[in-house]
């Protein structure tokens, strides 16, 4: 996964797995960051099913992630309108991922983001924060999940 900015308040959003690849627009009208690492921290946490949207003015990218023990399968629908129901959506990509992986995809995008940024040129870019509340608590739910230590970051895996 990756979050490019792409001018004052658009970003550009690739997701790819071994079989296919997506890229999404997202626009700053919602807290989208901060949405979708909730979510996957929710996830983590053992939820079963979370949902997480992009809007791209007019057009939405809407994430359902199931949970089963600790595998999760995300689908990944686009629809015209962002209040439209799941049934109005095409789906445009889906994978099945550890929850692990998961978890280490999405944190390794963001600290991405904010070394390539740094988080005064996110917001400049962005038009908001950088979400560091959100991606610590992704960070802690992932550590305790996986009793991963609690110190620093250069003990987190890389892949």
Same mark, same amino acid.
């Given at each position: 996964m990756t979050w490019t900015l792409d001018g004052h308040g658009w970003a550009n959003c690739t997701v790819e797995d071994q079989q296919a690849k997506v890229e999404l627009t997202v626009s700053y009208i919602t807290s989208a960051p901060e949405e979708f690492l909730t979510t996957v921290a929710r996830l983590v946490s053992g939820e079963t099913e979370t949902r997480a949207q992009f809007e791209a003015e007019p057009t939405a990218f809407?994430?359902?992630?199931?949970?089963?023990?600790?595998?999760?399968?995300?689908?990944?629908?686009?629809?015209? #309108?962002?209040? !439209?129901?799941?049934?109005?959506?095409? +789906?445009?990509?889906?994978?099945?991922?550890?929850?692990?992986?998961?978890? &280490?995809?999405?944190?390794? #995008?963001?600290? !991405?983001?904010?070394?390539?940024?740094? +988080?005064?040129?996110?917001?400049?870019?962005?038009?908001?924060?950088?979400? &560091?509340?959100?991606?610590?608590g992704l960070r802690r739910v992932w550590k305790v999940s996986t009793g991963a230590p609690s110190h620093g970051r250069s003990s987190w895996p890389r892949s």
């Open positions: 809407r994430w359902i992630f199931y949970r089963h023990s600790d595998n999760v399968w995300i689908r990944l629908l686009q629809l015209p #309108c962002g209040s !439209d129901h799941d049934n109005k959506g095409t +789906e445009i990509w889906s994978s099945q991922l550890h929850v692990d992986a998961l978890a &280490r995809a999405v944190i390794r #995008c963001f600290d !991405d983001v904010a070394r390539a940024y740094d +988080e005064s040129g996110y917001r400049g870019k962005w038009g908001e924060h950088f979400p &560091r509340t959100e991606l610590e």
